[in-house]
Nanobody, 121 residues
């Protein structure tokens, strides 16, 4: 069993930065790939980024490529999402998930409760 708790969301102006954290419980974190997804109001949840359990491979949605960076610290059982050059369209609830290194939601077994990110002036 893996429990995930996101933090770091909030209100930021366009062009600003935020760093989200996802703390995981459980001894198998270091062997699980992690992903971040987001869901804007009235829209379906979508893939943002993922990182292989080894940290050696990452993937990004085209909409965030070059602006967002995923990383992980297996010693701290934590995965991070650094978000730079934020845009209003990045406003959403952000979820972390544990499972396979994939863009498909069905490949993830565990999900956090989400953290709200609002980009607005």
């Amino acid at each position: 069993q893996v429990q995930l708790v996101e933090s770091g969301g909030g209100l930021v102006q366009p062009g600003g930065s935020l760093r989200l954290s996802c703390a995981a419980s459980g001894r198998t974190f270091s062997r699980r790939s992690m992903g971040w997804f987001r869901q804007a109001l009235g829209k379906e949840r979508e893939f943002v980024t993922a990182i292989h359990w080894s940290g050696g491979s990452t993937s990004y949605a085209d909409s965030v490529k070059g602006r967002f960076t995923i990383s992980r610290d297996n010693a701290k059982n934590t995965v991070y999402l650094q978000m730079d050059s934020l845009k209003p369209e990045d406003t959403a609830v952000y979820y972390c998930a544990a499972g396979s290194c994939s863009q498909q939601q069905s490949h993830y077994d565990y999900w956090g409760q989400g953290t709200q990110v609002t980009v607005s002036s």
